[in-house]
């Protein structure tokens, strides 16, 4: 197997796949990143096609979590009836490319892409959602915050693959939002975006999660804020409480499509807004 | 798993599928784009490569009944699916439909990013039988139009169930005027239109070129033999040795650039080689691996970096590194603003753009006897001819360029890109060559807009009349010539405005540095100088306490009055029709912002108006035009039109005003289009000439053929002036209905000429111009377009985001030969100019695809409402003047305005990238 330098699988079950996973394989589950970054060259090395893998198609309920397959799409998840809390991931969905993206572009692929402007992971985040990775051995889960380490960088191993994101099912009343910013409609890569998911429990807040991409490597989550904000009524504003200092761990960086320090602060006025968009959908 | 169930790229794979109706077979590599396996594999090359990243849409086609783009997945997914690309879409009524719509409406222009629409378009179709306009721009988001259809886009898929889509004919002799579908525009819709990568035979060699990284540098080409060795499909490697006069360009007298850099480069992305081979084993040899080692120079970026005094020099006979100079001197400038009671000025910076047209340089060339035929997307097949000719050093009769459709230019294919390649690389191997550019490298060779550095100074009196206008231009030219003087000379004539200004002192001059060149884009750098000019009026309507309409009213140029040439304008100066046309909209938009921001703070709106005028051909040179008609043997009506349509809708005008010159249905004219072999010079599709030059041509073909076939058949020359005489079709006779009686034509008494054609109508037109002298006065132009447009936008005072609302365009073309075609060369400059204002700005190294170099989707061009004013030109065709670039002048200008008057932020530089606005914003927010 060693010998084939370049070579192609497209295998129609999971256990074939994590059999041919090495560390030169180049897994593939959509292609909208894979081929854009290689236009004009040939394909070289290893590939991995997943995309005829029917168990990773799909979107199972569990007891305990809400299991996107690793080639479920964009438009999936948009088709897809489900709870409140997902409202930030549909809404990033549609905000993804255009139609043919969304169509073709896996939720799973953007993660394992780890582009800092990236529109899955601060949603993810939000979902307190765990990636699931299987090798031919074993399969475990890894949180999505341990999951991503950096600029293009993830912790998963060449031995495993991501077969399924795992969110976690909420009891509570939720609403959850997600906010774009991007130079123009459609097609657009982020300037920064802000995604959040507000559990209420007896008219208070239960949990807040809030967080903040294409301002850092990762993806961060708005820790002090959210602690902050437990317990607020809901008949109160929300958006008061955030403070500058809250996006104090930011890094954003300059470049063609903003600078760093409009980033931090449109940062902080989508954060304000899209808090306050949250509560109002426990009003609607 | 056993090692069978892996396939080698290298090896063969059964692949089955349905395409369009029909079950299909695909046997080969296992791993290949499927955009690639339906165009090479099936030669069905409706779908069409804009990016091969997904950024643009253009390959998109329906994967069991779902839009995607058939760059972005293998033919490995297709096994077992259903695959419906433009070529499938005849087989349903819904689809046929969708296809008539488009054309009745004007949808297609260039056409290249039709197949992407109608696919999006036959998806929404599928998802909702009657789809509301959020949800046809939300299916329709991610194909890119850079002529800026969309509006017209929209409009079909709304009208896609109308039961009456079908045109009528004009009546005879009523062409002109009338809204004709293109004439070559169900060509566009069927996907069998041939643009420059579409007609290249399956055994043509191929091209590859090695590009610089580097802004600046000198390179030693290494030892081949290892190179060649290592890669054997490469069959031989082109340099500058290789190139019989290894240099180009658009002057006949500054030939600066080179086809392949001769030891040292002076851009990123400059060619140093090119590859030949077959193409599948060109796409494998890892660029990288070439030998070639650079030494790095310091490069000169920027103007300020070339006119300093220890800059290097990048060309010797201009040790200033200056290309060229322009200027309009008229009056006294200091006396002009001595007289003025309110004076503004200003400094304004704008950076490079991208032309962006979806289809990426391409064609081939092959070998015919001794002559070499070149298939090429260009704008100007008669001076590919000659650039060619001097290149190879042989006679430009030995060349025959036949222009294949063009999916688009705006000005970047005026100048030589894979011409010269495909051409000696035809003759050294005595095969068929092509060569495609990719995205990238189309982004990094191709010329750019100018970036431009302009100071100007406005004065007028207490009642706000213009007094004195001074600017001054420095423009970004790059590395090489290309059309940076024609910038330099046309900004200066233009640069006071539309506007009767007694003392005017404009000036231009034009940096080389270490860039892409920066050549011809839509308005030859007068939408730069635009911006300048009415950002002072409407500070100047300010000071003066005007309404910025009324200023611009009350300085209009009029018939009567003297340009800052001094040209007097005798006639066909329609800019207070436009502003007459737009008041009323304009004080509907004044209104509609102080309502709602009385109620908002948050999101601001306001309006901005802008004011251009444009001098219709070459500046102060000859430009003329030639067209033929001609009668054939069989009677068959040919017109031969060398004027090349890039999607404007040449093609479709010229057509009318030869059959009302004629007096004959548009539908018996048959039409072929730049073939330098078959039609006579019509010069470039540049300057907004060939409605106004070319139409005048064949306006004057169309008589002369006629007065001829009146003359052939006996009949008197005046009966041929009477428009109730029709030239009709009898018992397969061509002939002419006079007073009820049908005289036919005996062809076969008549001795044919090479093209078979027994009777040859010729027009020619050069408009009267008069050359500049030294101080800029003369009549640069025989005929200017003038147009007003106003903007409402909506500002976001916190994120400091720009969303443009709505346009009203008020244009002068003389006459609107085909008004549905002017509509749309009017929402086309918008969208582009809005681009300019809003988002585009080309920065070498970081903007090479288009996801990051950003240009409007079909959610960014707003509602554009075209106002149409008819100010006759009595040299153009039925008063034609021309339009192609006037809806963009001044469009970004009226953006600005609009901002400042939302925001009270005068912008001085564009694009108003939200950045760039925050940080205006709060400068505001702290000095107040």
Same mark, same amino acid.
């Given at each position: 197997?060693?010998?084939?330098?370049?070579?192609?699988?497209?295998?129609?079950?999971?256990?074939?796949?994590?059999?041919?996973?090495?560390?030169?394989?180049?897994?593939?589950?959509?292609?909208?990143?894979?081929?854009?970054?290689?236009?004009?060259?040939?394909?070289?090395?290893?590939?991995?096609?997943?995309?005829?893998?029917?168990?990773?198609?799909?979107?199972?309920?569990?007891?305990?979590?809400?299991?996107?397959? @690793?080639?479920?799409?964009?438009?999936?998840? =948009?088709?897809? =009836?489900?709870?409140?809390?997902?409202?930030?991931?549909?809404?990033?969905?549609?905000?993804?490319?255009?139609?043919? =993206?969304?169509?073709?572009?896996?939720?799973?692929?953007? /993660?394992?892409?780890?582009?800092?402007?990236?529109?899955?992971?601060?949603?993810?985040?939000? &979902?307190?959602?765990?990636?699931?990775?299987?090798?031919?051995?074993?399969?475990?889960?890894? #949180?999505?915050?341990?999951? =991503?380490?950096?600029?293009?960088?993830?912790?998963?191993?060449?031995?495993?693959?991501?077969?399924?994101?795992?969110?976690?099912?909420?009891?509570?009343?939720?609403?959850?939002?997600?906010?774009?910013?991007?130079?123009?409609?459609?097609?657009?890569?982020?300037?920064?975006?802000?995604?959040?998911?507000?559990?209420?429990?007896?008219?208070?807040?239960?949990?807040?999660?809030?967080?903040?991409?294409? %301002?850092?490597?990762?993806?961060?989550?708005?820790?002090?804020?959210?602690?902050?904000?437990?317990?607020?009524?809901?008949?109160?504003?929300?958006?008061?409480?955030?403070?500058?200092?809250?996006?104090?761990?930011?890094?954003?960086?300059?470049?063609?499509?903003?600078?760093?320090?409009?980033?931090?602060?449109?940062?902080?006025?989508?954060?304000?807004?899209?808090?306050?968009?949250?509560?109002?959908?426990?009003?609607? | 798993?056993?090692?069978?169930?892996?396939?080698?790229?290298?090896?063969?794979?059964?692949?089955?599928?349905?395409?369009?109706?029909?079950?299909?077979?695909?046997?080969?590599?296992?791993?290949?784009?499927?955009?690639?396996?339906?165009?090479?594999?099936?030669?069905?090359?409706? !779908?069409?490569?804009?990016?091969?990243?997904?950024?643009?849409?253009?390959?998109?086609?329906?994967?069991?009944?779902?839009?995607?783009?058939?760059?972005?997945?293998?033919?490995?997914?297709?096994?077992?699916?259903?695959?419906?690309?433009?070529?499938?879409?005849?087989?349903?009524?819904?689809?046929?439909?969708?296809?008539?719509?488009?054309?009745?409406?004007?949808?297609?222009?260039?056409?290249?990013?039709?197949?992407?629409?109608?696919?999006?378009?036959?998806?929404?179709?599928?998802?909702?039988?009657?789809?509301?306009?959020?949800?046809?721009?939300?299916?329709?988001?991610?194909?890119?139009?850079?002529?800026?259809?969309?509006?017209?886009?929209?409009?079909?898929?709304?009208?896609?169930?109308?039961?009456?889509?079908?045109?009528?004919?004009?009546?005879?002799?009523?062409?002109?005027?009338?809204?004709?579908?293109?004439?070559?525009?169900?060509?566009?819709?069927?996907?069998?239109?041939?643009?420059?990568?579409?007609?290249?035979?399956?055994?043509?060699?191929?091209?590859?070129?090695?590009?610089?990284?580097?802004?600046?540098?000198?390179?030693?080409?290494?030892?081949?033999?290892?190179?060649?060795?290592?890669?054997?499909?490469?069959?031989?490697?082109?340099?500058? @040795?290789?190139?019989?006069?290894?240099?180009?360009?658009?002057?006949?007298?500054?030939?600066?650039?080179?086809?392949?850099?001769?030891?040292?480069?002076?851009?990123?992305?400059?060619?140093?080689?090119?590859?030949?081979?077959?193409?599948?084993?060109?796409?494998?040899?890892?660029?990288?691996?070439?030998?070639?080692?650079?030494?790095?120079?310091?490069?000169?970026?920027?103007?300020?970096?070339?006119?300093?005094?220890?800059?290097?020099?990048?060309?010797?006979?201009?040790?200033?590194?200056?290309?060229?100079?322009?200027?309009?001197?008229?009056?006294?400038?200091?006396?002009?603003?001595?007289?003025?009671?309110?004076?503004?000025?200003?400094?304004?910076?704008?950076?490079?753009?991208?032309?962006?047209?979806?289809?990426?340089?391409?064609?081939?060339?092959?070998?015919?006897?001794?002559?070499?035929?070149?298939?090429?997307?260009?704008?100007?097949?008669?001076?590919?001819?000659?650039?060619?000719?001097?290149?190879?050093?042989?006679?430009?009769?030995?060349?025959?360029?036949?222009?294949?459709?063009?999916?688009?230019?705006?000005?970047?294919?005026?100048?030589?890109?894979?011409?010269?390649?495909?051409?000696?690389?035809?003759?050294?191997?005595?095969?068929?060559?092509?060569?495609?550019?990719?995205?990238?490298?189309?982004?990094?060779?191709?010329?750019?807009?100018?970036?431009?550095?302009?100071?100007?100074?406005?004065? %007028?009196?207490?009642?706000?009349?213009?007094?004195?206008?001074?600017?001054?231009?420095?423009?970004?030219?790059?590395?090489?010539?290309?059309?940076?003087?024609?910038?330099?000379?046309?900004?200066?004539?233009?640069?006071?405005?539309?506007?009767?200004?007694?003392?005017?002192?404009?000036?231009?001059?034009?940096?080389?540095?270490?860039?892409?060149?920066?050549?011809?884009?839509?308005?030859?750098?007068?939408?730069?100088?635009?911006?300048?000019?009415?950002?002072?009026?409407?500070?100047?309507?300010?000071?003066?306490?005007?309404?910025?309409?009324?200023?611009?009213?009350?300085?209009?140029?009029?018939?009567?009055?003297?340009?800052?040439?001094?040209?007097?304008?005798?006639?066909?100066?329609? &800019?207070?029709?436009?502003?007459?046309? &737009?008041? #009323?909209?304009?004080?509907?938009? &004044?209104?509609?912002?102080? %309502?709602?921001?009385?109620?908002?703070?948050?999101?601001?709106?306001?309006?901005?108006?802008?004011?251009?005028?444009?001098?219709?051909?070459?500046?102060?040179?000859?430009?003329?035009?030639?067209?033929?008609?001609?009668?054939?043997?069989?009677?068959?009506?040919?017109?031969?039109?060398?004027?090349?349509?890039?999607?404007?809708?040449?093609?479709?005008?010229?057509?009318?005003?030869?059959?009302?010159?004629?007096?004959?249905?548009?539908?018996?004219?048959?039409?072929?289009?730049?073939?330098?072999?078959?039609?006579?010079?019509?010069?470039?599709?540049?300057?907004?000439?060939?409605?106004?030059?070319?139409?005048?041509? %064949?306006?004057?073909?169309?008589?002369?053929?006629?007065?001829? !076939?009146? @003359?052939?058949?006996?009949?008197?020359?005046?009966?041929?002036?009477?428009?109730?005489?029709?030239?009709?079709?009898?018992?397969?006779?061509?002939?002419?209905?006079?007073?009820?009686?049908?005289?036919?034509?005996?062809?076969?008494?008549?001795?044919?000429?090479?093209?078979?054609?027994?009777?040859?109508?010729?027009?020619?037109?050069?408009?009267?111009?008069?050359?500049?002298?030294?101080?800029?006065?003369?009549?640069?132009?025989?005929?200017?377009?003038?147009?007003?447009?106003?903007?409402?936008?909506?500002?976001?005072?916190?994120?400091?985001?720009?969303?443009?609302?709505?346009?009203?365009?008020?244009?002068?073309?003389?006459?609107? /030969?085909?008004?549905?075609?002017?509509?749309?060369?009017?929402?086309?400059?918008?969208?582009?100019?809005?681009?300019?204002?809003?988002?585009?700005?080309?920065?070498?190294?970081?903007?090479?695809?288009?996801?990051?170099?950003?240009?409007?989707?079909?959610?960014?061009?707003?509602?554009?409402?075209?106002?149409?004013?008819?100010?006759?030109?009595?040299?153009?065709?039925?008063?034609?003047?021309?339009?192609?670039?006037?809806?963009?002048?001044?469009? @970004?200008?009226?953006?600005?305005?609009?901002?400042?008057?939302?925001?009270?932020?005068?912008?001085?530089?564009?694009?108003?990238?939200?950045?760039?606005?925050?940080?205006?914003?709060?400068?505001?927010?702290?000095?107040?």
């Amino acid at each position: 197997m060693g010998s084939i330098s370049k070579s192609y699988f497209r295998p129609d079950n999971l256990n074939s796949a994590l059999e041919f996973l090495t560390p030169e394989v180049k897994v593939l589950s959509g292609g909208t990143d894979f081929f854009p970054e290689r236009v004009g060259t040939d394909f070289a090395g290893k590939i991995l096609d997943i995309c005829s893998i029917p168990e990773l198609k799909e979107i199972v309920e569990t007891e305990k979590y809400w299991k996107i397959g @690793a080639t479920v799409t964009w438009s999936d998840i =948009i088709q897809k =009836i489900l709870p409140s809390y997902f409202d930030g991931l549909k809404l990033a969905a549609r905000e993804i490319g255009g139609v043919q =993206i969304q169509n073709q572009g896996t939720i799973a692929g953007n /993660i394992c892409n780890a582009s800092p402007a990236a529109d899955a992971p601060p949603v993810l985040m939000t &979902l307190d959602a765990m990636i699931e990775v299987s090798s031919s051995s074993e399969t475990k889960n890894i #949180p999505i915050s341990d999951f =991503i380490l950096g600029n293009r960088k993830t912790c998963l191993d060449p031995a495993h693959l991501v077969t399924a994101i795992l969110v976690p099912k909420l009891k509570n009343r939720t609403a959850s939002h997600f906010f774009k910013l991007g130079a123009r409609r459609y097609l657009v890569i982020s300037i920064a975006m802000v995604s959040t998911v507000i559990e209420i429990d007896q008219g208070k807040i239960a949990s807040a999660r809030l967080s903040i991409g294409a %301002c850092s490597p990762v993806a961060k989550r708005i820790s002090d804020l959210e602690k902050r904000l437990q317990g607020s009524s809901i008949e109160n504003s929300w958006e008061e409480q955030v403070l500058p200092d809250d996006l104090a761990e930011l890094s954003p960086i300059d470049d063609i499509r903003a600078d760093a320090v409009y980033r931090k602060e449109a940062a902080l006025i989508m954060l304000k807004r899209t808090i306050k968009e949250t509560r109002m959908k426990f009003f609607s | 798993m056993t090692e069978t169930h892996i396939q080698k790229i290298s090896t063969e794979v059964t692949i089955n599928f349905t395409l369009n109706g029909t079950r299909s077979q695909y046997r080969g590599s296992p791993f290949k784009r499927l955009s690639a396996v339906i165009r090479d594999d099936f030669r069905l090359t409706g !779908l069409k490569i804009g990016c091969d990243a997904g950024d643009c849409g253009a390959c998109t086609i329906l994967l069991d009944g779902k839009q995607i783009c058939s760059c972005l997945t293998s033919i490995s997914s297709a096994d077992g699916k259903t695959i419906t690309t433009v070529e499938g879409l005849r087989l349903e009524q819904t689809t046929r439909k969708l296809q008539q719509s488009f054309a009745k409406h004007g949808a297609a222009q260039c056409g290249i990013c039709m197949p992407g629409f109608l696919i999006a378009g036959a998806s929404v179709l599928k998802k909702h039988e009657k789809p509301t306009k959020q949800q046809i721009l939300d299916e329709l988001g991610g194909v890119l139009c850079r002529c800026g259809a969309y509006q017209k886009i929209i409009e079909a898929i709304l009208d896609a169930n109308n039961p009456s889509l079908e045109t009528k004919e004009p009546e005879i002799g009523k062409a002109v005027g009338f809204r004709y579908p293109k004439t070559d525009g169900m060509t566009k819709l069927t996907g069998e239109e041939k643009f420059g990568a579409d007609s290249i035979p399956a055994d043509a060699l191929w091209l590859r070129i090695i590009r610089s990284p580097h802004d600046s540098a000198h390179f030693e080409l290494g030892d081949f033999g290892p190179f060649l060795k290592k890669y054997p499909g490469i069959q031989k490697i082109m340099t500058a @040795a290789d190139m019989p006069f290894n240099r180009f360009g658009v002057y006949p007298h500054i030939k600066d650039q080179p086809v392949m850099a001769e030891n040292f480069v002076q851009f990123k992305g400059e060619a140093i080689a090119a590859l030949i081979g077959e193409k599948e084993t060109l796409l494998q040899v890892p660029l990288e691996d070439f030998p070639v080692s650079f030494q790095v120079n310091v490069p000169v970026l920027g103007i300020e970096a070339a006119k300093s005094e220890t800059a290097t020099v990048l060309h010797r006979d201009h040790a200033d590194n200056v290309l060229a100079r322009g200027k309009v001197h008229k009056k006294n400038i200091e006396k002009g603003f001595q007289e003025s009671a309110f004076i503004c000025e200003e400094f304004f910076q704008t950076g490079f753009v991208e032309h962006s047209y979806i289809e990426p340089e391409a064609g081939w060339a092959k070998i015919v006897g001794e002559r070499i035929e070149i298939m090429v997307s260009t704008q100007t097949p008669v001076m590919d001819k000659m650039e060619l000719a001097g290149v190879l050093l042989c006679d430009s009769e030995k060349i025959r360029v036949i222009p294949t459709a063009c999916g688009g230019g705006f000005g970047g294919k005026l100048d030589m890109s894979v011409q010269p390649f495909i051409a000696r690389a035809a003759q050294l191997t005595g095969r068929a060559v092509a060569l495609v550019y990719d995205r990238p490298e189309s982004l990094a060779s191709s010329t750019k807009r100018h970036a431009s550095k302009i100071w100007a100074k406005f004065g %007028c009196d207490h009642n706000g009349k213009l007094k004195a206008s001074q600017l001054f231009a420095e423009f970004d030219t790059g590395a090489y010539a290309s059309w940076g003087p024609t910038v330099a000379d046309r900004v200066p004539v233009h640069a006071s405005g539309p506007y009767y200004v007694p003392h005017v002192k404009n000036d231009s001059v034009a940096y080389y540095t270490n860039r892409h060149p920066a050549g011809a884009f839509r308005g030859f750098g007068v939408p730069q100088s635009t911006i300048a000019h009415e950002s002072l009026m409407d500070w100047l309507a300010e000071k003066a306490g005007l309404d910025r309409l009324e200023i611009r009213y009350i300085n209009a140029l009029r018939e009567g009055d003297a340009t800052a040439t001094g040209q007097v304008l005798e006639n066909s100066a329609g &800019l207070p029709q436009c502003l007459d046309a &737009l008041r #009323p909209r304009w004080k509907e938009f &004044l209104d509609e912002v102080v %309502c709602f921001n009385r109620v908002n703070t948050q999101i601001k709106r306001g309006a901005g108006i802008g004011c251009m005028w444009y001098g219709v051909g070459n500046t102060s040179m000859s430009n003329p035009s030639t067209i033929r008609i001609g009668i054939s043997e069989a009677g068959t009506i040919t017109l031969y039109n060398g004027a090349v349509d890039i999607g404007q809708g040449s093609n479709t005008v010229l057509t009318q005003i030869a059959a009302d010159a004629l007096g004959i249905a548009v539908s018996q004219i048959h039409l072929v289009m730049g073939d330098t072999d078959l039609t006579a010079d019509a010069g470039k599709t540049s300057a907004s000439r060939q409605t106004f030059i070319s139409g005048k041509a %064949c306006e004057l073909a169309g008589k002369s053929l006629r007065e001829k !076939l009146f @003359a052939a058949l006996g009949l008197s020359v005046t009966d041929a002036g009477n428009p109730l005489h029709r030239i009709e079709r009898e018992n397969n006779l061509i002939g002419v209905r006079c007073n009820n009686r049908f005289y036919g034509l005996d062809t076969s008494v008549l001795e044919p000429d090479s093209n078979g054609d027994v009777l040859i109508g010729e027009g020619y037109f050069d408009p009267p111009t008069s050359p500049l002298n030294s101080e800029g006065q003369g009549n640069p132009y025989a005929a200017y377009g003038f147009a007003a447009q106003i903007a409402m936008v909506e500002v976001d005072m916190e994120l400091a985001c720009v969303k443009v609302l709505k346009i009203a365009a008020a244009h002068d073309a003389g006459k609107a /030969i085909n008004p549905m075609l002017v509509e749309g060369q009017i929402m086309g400059g918008i969208s582009q100019g809005l681009g300019l204002a809003l988002m585009e700005e080309y920065v070498s190294g970081q903007t090479e695809n288009l996801h990051n170099y950003l240009i409007p989707t079909i959610g960014d061009v707003p509602e554009i409402e075209c106002m149409i004013i008819e100010s006759a030109s009595p040299l153009g065709p039925s008063g034609a003047k021309g339009v192609g670039e006037p809806g963009l002048i001044p469009t @970004a200008a009226a953006i600005l305005g609009a901002i400042n008057h939302a925001a009270g932020i005068r912008l001085k530089q564009v694009p108003v990238l939200p950045h760039r606005l925050y940080h205006e914003l709060r400068k505001k927010k702290g000095g107040s």
